[in-house]
C-alpha cells in the first residue's frame, strides 16, 4: 500500500472518511488525476469531507494530497493508468494546467515578449521543443528573439546581457545547476521568467515571474520521456497572447 494512504489506515476516521480511503485503495491511479469536484461525484460526498481527509494526513488540501498522491505512485512505478487510459490521464493533466495558470501572470508575461527588449529563451534537450518553438513563431510575428540550447552558452550570456533584457527559461526539472545564472540575472537586475514542472524548484525563488505547470517527471531506462504537455499548452496561450497584442497594434 502506498504511504499515504497506510498512514490514513492508522488515524481516527469518521465513517464517511473511511469509506473515501477504502475507494482510494482501489482507485488511487485514477484519484491522482481527477479534479476535486470529479472526485465527489465519485464518492458521493462534499468537497469538504475531501478536503478534511486530506487536512488529517497533514495536507494543505486536496491539491496537495493528489500531488503526493502522484509521486508515491512514481515512485512505486504503479502506472497511473493503462495504456488504454492514455488519453484520460493526458486530459486531466490538461485540465489540471488550465485550472492553475494565471491568466494576468500569462499577459505580464506576453507583454514582456512583445516589448521590444532583447529576449533570450532557454531550453535544452526536450524543453528545447516547446521553446524552439516558441522562438520561431515570435520571430515570425516580428517579435525578435534568441534561442540558447546550451547551459554553459547561458551562464556567460547572462554575464552579458544588456541590463532591460528579459530571460525566459524552460525546464522541466528545474534544476539547481541553472541556480548561478538565475542568481547573477537577478544581481544585474535583468528579467527573468521561469517555466517549470517542479513546483519546489530553487530557481522560483531568483525569477521575476514563475509559471509551473503539472507536467510530471517520466523517465524509461534514464532518458527523460516526458512529453511536456504543460509546457506546451502554456506556450501555444503565450502565442496567442503575442498574436493579438500584433493584431491590436
Known amino acids: 500500500m502506498l504511504p499515504l494512504l497506510e498512514k490514513a489506515r ?49 495536507l494543505s488540501g486536496y491539491n496537495d494530497f493528489k500531488y503526493q498522491l502522484r509521486d508515491e505512485l512514481r515512485r512505486s512505478r504503479a502506472p497511473a493508468f493503462s495504456p488504454d487510459s492514455y488519453i484520460e490521464r ?14 494576468r501572470q500569462l ?60 530571460l525566459l527559461v524552460l525546464s522541466a526539472r528545474g534544476r539547481a545547476d541553472y541556480l548561478p545564472s538565475f542568481q547573477a540575472a537577478r544581481e544585474r537586475g535583468l528579467t527573468t521568467v521561469l517555466l517549470t514542472g517542479e513546483p519546489a524548484s530553487p530557481l522560483i525563488p531568483y525569477s521575476t515571474i514563475a509559471v509551473c505547470t503539472n507536467d510530471l517527471e517520466v523517465v524509461h531506462g534514464g532518458t527523460d520521456v516526458n512529453p511536456r504537455l504543460g509546457f506546451f499548452t502554456v506556450i501555444q496561450i503565450l502565442i496567442e497572447l503575442a498574436a493579438r497584442k500584433k493584431r491590436e497594434r
Open 10 to 58: 492508522g488515524l481516527p476516521l469518521t465513517e464517511t472518511e473511511a469509506a473515501i480511503l477504502g475507494w482510494l485503495q482501489e482507485n488511487a491511479p485514477a484519484a491522482a488525476h481527477m479534479s476535486l469536484s470529479e472526485l465527489c461525484g465519485r464518492l458521493y460526498t462534499s468537497s469538504a469531507t475531501v478536503v478534511r481527509f486530506c487536512q488529517k494526513l497533514g
Open 107 to 166: 499577459e505580464e508575461i506576453a507583454e514582456l515578449l512583445t516589448s521590444g527588449r532583447p529576449l533570450y529563451i532557454y531550453g535544452t534537450n526536450l524543453s528545447a521543443l516547446p521553446a524552439r518553438y516558441l522562438q520561431i513563431v515570435l520571430n515570425s510575428l516580428d517579435y525578435p528573439s534568441i534561442l540558447i540550447e546550451w547551459h554553459e552558452l547561458l551562464n556567460g550570456l547572462v554575464r552579458s546581457m544588456r541590463e532591460e533584457a528579459i
Open 90 to 103: 493526458s486530459m486531466a493533466r490538461f485540465k489540471d494546467t488550465v485550472a492553475a495558470l494565471d491568466l
